[in-house]
T-cell receptor, first 115, second 113 residues
Framework: DSGVTQTPKHLITATGQRVTLRCSPR?????VYWYQQSLDQGLQFLIQ???????AKGNILERFSAQQFPDLHSELNLSSLELGDSALYFC??????????????FGDGTRLSIL | GESVGLHLPTLSVQEGDNSIINCAYS??????FIWYKQESGKGPQFIID?????DKRQGQRVTVLLNKTVKHLSLQIAATQPGDSAVYFC????????????FGAGTRLAVHP
């Protein structure tokens, strides 16, 4: 058990809808990262937050947004969903900002299926 | 759960043998590397890491080797067990990237009794 909690485990919704994925980091970790994993593209970094502030952005679509709250949990919001958004979404956390590299610990993900 | 990376390269080994999983990374400036193990239906699990000022690091039954000259990373698993069956990913951290890990495509390890 990594200590990172993601909810829900599964989400099934339709095109055009909006969903929110939730992540609670490991106790003591200040950074939260979001990744997308699809069958044909592997693990893709989306965005990082550190202590409530956005730190780094990857290939995150404009339809997607995230935030980190004062209690350090994070939410990833996906809107105007398309079939291609079907994927596993992972949250990871680490102790610091990770400027010099440090382990990220992953939750078990949310499987999003768009019908 | 649904398998990740259905078309990943697969390494098949016999239980008890040693396994070597290879990874080529892309950026010569990358300064930190991690190996992850992902079992079906679960998130990536941290195995071992290494910084670019090292060539080798050992853990419990695992060793990571780093060859910066050819930008190559390998994970050696001693006495492979059925529980080692999973997809293995290497990831690199690029300087200034605030720990934005770039993941490789992954290798599936299949351990046969």
């Amino acid at each position: 058990d990594s200590g990172v909690t993601q909810t829900p485990k599964h989400l099934i919704t339709a095109t055009g809808q909006r969903v929110t994925l939730r992540c609670s980091p490991r106790s003591g970790d200040l950074s939260v990262y979001w990744y997308q994993q699809s069958l044909d593209q592997g693990l893709q970094f989306l965005i990082q937050y550190y202590n409530g502030e956005e730190r780094a952005k990857g290939n995150i679509l404009e339809r997607f947004s995230a935030q980190q709250f004062p209690d350090l949990h994070s939410e990833l919001n996906l809107s105007s969903l398309e079939l291609g958004d079907s994927a596993l979404y992972f949250c990871a956390s680490s102790e610091g900002q990770g400027a010099f590299g440090q382990p990220q610990h992953f939750g078990d993900g949310t499987r999003l299926s768009i019908l | 759960g649904e398998s990740v990376g259905l078309h990943l390269p697969t390494l098949s080994v016999q239980e008890g043998d040693n396994s070597i999983i290879n990874c080529a990374y892309s950026n010569s400036a990358s300064d930190y590397f991690i190996w992850y193990k992902q079992e079906s239906g679960k998130g990536p699990q941290f195995i071992i890491d290494i910084r670019s000022n090292m060539d080798k690091r050992q853990g419990q039954r695992v060793t990571v080797l780093l060859n910066k000259t050819v930008k190559h990373l390998s994970l050696q698993i001693a006495a492979t067990q059925p529980g080692d069956s999973a997809v293995y990913f290497c990831a690199e951290n690029r300087p200034g990237g605030y720990n934005k890990l770039i993941f490789g495509a992954g290798t599936r390890l299949a351990v046969h009794p």
